[in-house]
């Protein structure tokens, strides 16, 4: 089966520091892996996707930057965060755009 | 107006109470309809997943889509302690390039 691995849980970084979160998929090949920020009343939105090894699509300009340099591997960075970074922060993947998305665990960062 | 409307909530419950959660949209060109649980610092959860009109039903959930109405729903029924949690409605156009989108949440409690 399928599983998703999101970390670290929770970070807390002073503003202005860089930010490397990682999500790595088993258990399947060639998945459509996205990047979403969840805040408190304003639902999921979705910051990044990647249909393949090297292939970013960004939804929403920001911040932030996403890689994904494995097959199974993604990355959400920044290299100076600001105290509007501050989030829940979900990976997912799916098999094709068309099929349902699942989510990882999360990570909650606070900027301080 | 945003394009997935959900009553944040908190809905209470009493345990074994039939419970029934919505959404509404804008979109007609919505096809792809989905239902989340997430838990409290979580990541959300797949609980269905329709295509089009219709009912689906898996278990104590059944899924609802009226797209005449645009308007789709979940009921739980016999609902338990552990279905305490935010719902969230989902969906999305047909096309490898659409993207979901979400509703922000019902949060339920299902009290003893």
């Known amino acids: 089966s399928q599983t998703i691995h999101q970390w670290p849980a929770t970070l807390v970084q002073p503003v202005g520091s860089p930010l490397s979160l990682e999500c790595t998929v088993e258990g399947t090949s060639n998945p459509n892996l996205y990047w979403y920020r969840q805040a408190a009343g304003r639902g999921l939105q979705l910051l990044f996707y990647s249909v393949g090894i090297g292939q970013i699509s960004s939804e929403v300009p920001q911040n932030l930057s996403a890689s994904r340099p494995q097959d199974r591997q993604f990355i959400l960075s920044s290299k100076k965060l600001l105290l509007s970074d501050s989030g829940f922060y979900l990976c997912?993947?799916?098999?094709?755009?068309?099929?349902?998305?699942?989510f990882g665990d999360g990570t909650r960062l606070s900027i301080l | 107006q945003k394009e997935v409307e959900q009553d944040p909530g908190p809905l209470s419950v009493p345990e074994g109470a039939i419970v029934s959660l919505n959404c509404t949209y804008s979109n007609s060109a919505f096809q792809y309809f989905m239902w989340y649980r997430q838990y409290s610092r979580k990541g959300p959860e797949l609980l269905m997943y329709?295509?089009?009109?219709g009912n689906k039903e898996d278990g104590r959930f059944t899924a609802q889509v009226d797209k005449s109405s645009k308007y789709i729903s979940l009921f739980i029924r016999d609902s338990q302690p552990s279905d305490s949690a935010t719902y969230l409605c989902a969906m999305k156009r047909s096309g490898t390039a659409s993207k979901l989108t979400f509703g922000t949440g019902t949060r339920l409690q299902v009290t003893l």
């Open positions: 997912a993947w799916s098999v094709s755009r068309d099929q349902p998305q699942h």
């Open positions: 329709t295509y089009s009109s």
